[in-house]
């Protein structure tokens, strides 16, 4: 059986002398491993595109035990990320988070969007790291089942205080009276509104906040902090990345 979709290359691993398999998150198939026979034969046009990162159509046959790509047009390289250490960690993380968080064998046209959205704006330097950051796991959460409340107090029902406070563990906020019977951060306003957006918003917005480097910097330490405990996962990538940035 032969599937038509397109996708990004989210890992590689070289199997054998001349073949490697390769995890691809598609837009009609979610995330599925698949094996590039005779890597080096296969025309140049077919080895770009089953590159890390690399985001194109392919055409995929179903074996009896595993996938394989036939054939595989790249669409785009995103060749940029590897001029930029960082960069290039970053979206080995994101590329992590979509293997772990992404359906299999469904559809996964949002996370592909997601992905694809941050890996272009990571490449031409158009936001600061520590937003796509946040955007992209805060927004992923919400994908997987993971959606923060991010409307009211959970307990009282009020929209806002002079602060507020969310829970990681229960992935809500509370207001100034009700915050005691939990454990919570206190979160500055623009950074419960940079929140509400990420979860909220249409994903042709998404991008489109901007705030203060500092209160950039706790946005992304929140939606971590809330992606590590929701998932109990470590993601060696993530501390790549943190080492990266010294
Ligand atoms: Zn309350």
Redesign the pocket.
Same mark, same amino acid.
């Given at each position: 059986m032969k599937l038509s979709t397109d996708g990004l290359i989210i890992r590689e691993q070289q199997t054998g002398e001349d073949d490697r398999l390769v995890t691809l998150l598609t837009r009609d198939y979610g995330v599925l491993r698949a094996f590039v026979r005779g890597a080096k034969r296969i025309k140049s046009k077919s080895q770009s595109a089953t590159q890390l990162f690399a985001y194109g159509k392919f055409s995929i046959y179903r074996g009896k035990d595993a996938y394989s790509i036939d054939e595989a047009q790249p669409i785009e390289i995103f060749f940029d990320l590897r001029n930029d250490i960082e960069a290039l960690s970053l979206a080995q993380y994101f590329c992590e988070l979509a293997g772990e968080l992404a359906p299999v064998e469904d559809d996964a046209g949002e996370y592909l969007k997601l992905i694809l959205n941050a890996l272009h704006m990571l490449s031409k330097n158009k936001r600061p790291h520590a937003q796509l950051k946040a955007i992209v796991e805060l927004r992923m959460m919400s994908l997987s089942g993971y959606m923060p409340d991010l409307v009211? *107090?959970?307990? *009282? &029902?009020?929209f806002s205080?002079s602060g507020m406070f969310f829970s990681p563990v229960e992935g809500q906020i509370? *207001? &100034?009276? *009700?915050?005691h019977d939990h454990t919570c951060t206190a979160l500055p306003n623009g950074v419960l509104s940079a929140m509400r957006h990420i979860c909220y918003t249409d994903i042709s917005k998404l991008f489109s906040f901007t705030l203060q480097e500092e209160s950039m910097n706790f946005l992304t330490n929140v939606t971590e902090n809330f992606l590590i405990t929701q998932t109990s996962k470590k993601f060696k990538t993530l501390d790549f990345y943190k080492s990266m940035k010294g």
């Open positions: 009211a *107090c959970g307990d *009282c &029902g009020k205080d509370f *207001c &100034g009276e *009700c915050v």
